[in-house]
């Protein structure tokens, strides 16, 4: 390998460097509301200048709160165009979610908007609601620490991911739904794809699909005796059955961790023997990574802001809109660590490097000697996920089952048969203890997120499990995932799939709230 030489970058200067560039996140301080901003900014990707947005606090791009500290953010648009944002893992008052019209409108040019409640501790991210805004990069870490954060010795990272295009969002999407997008094993659809952007009021009050009480349990999991077993139809490589399932359905200029590709990564000091917490969030509009520690001792620790029991391992992967917190004990021994993300099914890769000081730092090239997997076909990772604050044992009140479906040919994504607009909301009380089914019947995976709540896996494809809590699960193509919540504020809460183009074209719907009688 070649030494890196872009901007200077030596060994003997990479913490110098990885300071420099590395997008600094704001420590928020005090008690008078933290400053933020919606604003464009200016990113090198690959010698090639490409203007973005971002989220702007006090010291750069994000947040960090201190133990304790509420959410009290003044959001200001500096866009051109309205705006709103999502705070994404925590749970505020459903009037400061951040989703169109639900029940705020979009910040106008200018305005300010302020938002103050309880914040949730873990890793966590903030992004535009708006599908083309988050597209193009309007999002950025949301760390909120714990005390026995601030207690432990360790070191904090934050690998922000995101894949990147310097075409319009808007021609990317169009792109994408007339097959034209490339992509690796994607099939290749028609049409034009429907501008449904977010949500943007026009919602009725129609009654959810509710299948009755299907079932008690410790953690609220669901008979699953007369439940097919899907997971054994996938194979590796994303094979299923015979049948290739659909990976990556268009290719992106650029893949990056923290703003930067491989070409010129950000490189963090660490110390020698010292311990790593590496704080992964991706941001991606449509691509899944894994993970990959290389040669240093690595434990899974945290999902989606949540607490597992220690995961050890050199490969984890991440759906979009999902969170993994891996401790990293480093050698006593100097060196460059590099921490790869990589693209499922795919040889395209990102990654920051940890370097002790002086230690030598050659330059990795952005595609992979091999592909890598699809990811978690069989959902084996997430069935090694338990958790450890468990949903606390009640009786289930009401469950439903959700049916994901849609294809390449046309490029249409529906929940329960139907695209957002014509959707059918599902129906839930304050209080009640509650399982979704999701049922993946398209040969697609879909990252599932739902606001406003936290919900525990208590099943896959028809295996009753403990596992971790959430509020982003993967569902890999003809497969099911259960998942147990107690339900939260009377109110409409967005229930989507967290792939951009999925979204799009439709797959949403409402966790419409009723008061508790």
Known sequence: ????SRRGFLAASAAAIGAAHLPRIAFAQGVAPISLSAATRTLDIDGRAATVFGLAGPGGQGLILDPGQRFRVDLTNDLDVGTIIHWHGQIPPNAQDGVPDMPMPLLAPGETRSYDFEARPGT????????????????????????????????????????FSFKAPEEVLAEIGAG???GHGAGHGAGALPDQGAPMGGMGAMQGMDHGAMGHGATGGMPMGNMPRMGGMMGMGGQMGGMAMDLNDYDWDAYLANDRTLSDPEVVQVERGGR????????????VFWIETGGAEARLVAVDGHAVEPLAGTRFGLAMGQRLDIEIDLPHEGGAWPILALREGARERTGLILATQGAEVRRLDAMADAEAPAFDTDLAQEARLIALDALPDRPVDRSQ?????GSMQPYVWTINGAVWGQHQPITARSGERVVLSFHNMSMMAHPMHLHGHVFQVVGLNG???VGALRDTVHVPPMSMVDVALDVGEAARWMLHCHHMPHLTTGMMTEFAVTASV
Not at 133 to 150: K, N, T
Not at 401 to 405: D, H, K, P, R, Y
């Open 401 to 405: 089952m959700l049916m994901l479906g």
């Open 180 to 182: 034209h997008g490339g």
């Open 124 to 163: 966590h991210w903030m992004h535009s609601h708006v599908p083309t805004q988050e597209m193009q990069l309007l999002a950025a870490p949301l760390i909120v620490r714990s005390a026995e954060d601030v207690a432990a010795d360790r070191q904090d990272v934050v690998m922000f991911l995101h894949d």
């Open 276 to 287: 790593i917490r590496l704080r992964v969030i991706n941001a991606a509009a449509a691509t």
């Open 463 to 465: 295996r009753r499990v």
């Open 1 to 4: 390998m070649n030494m890196l």
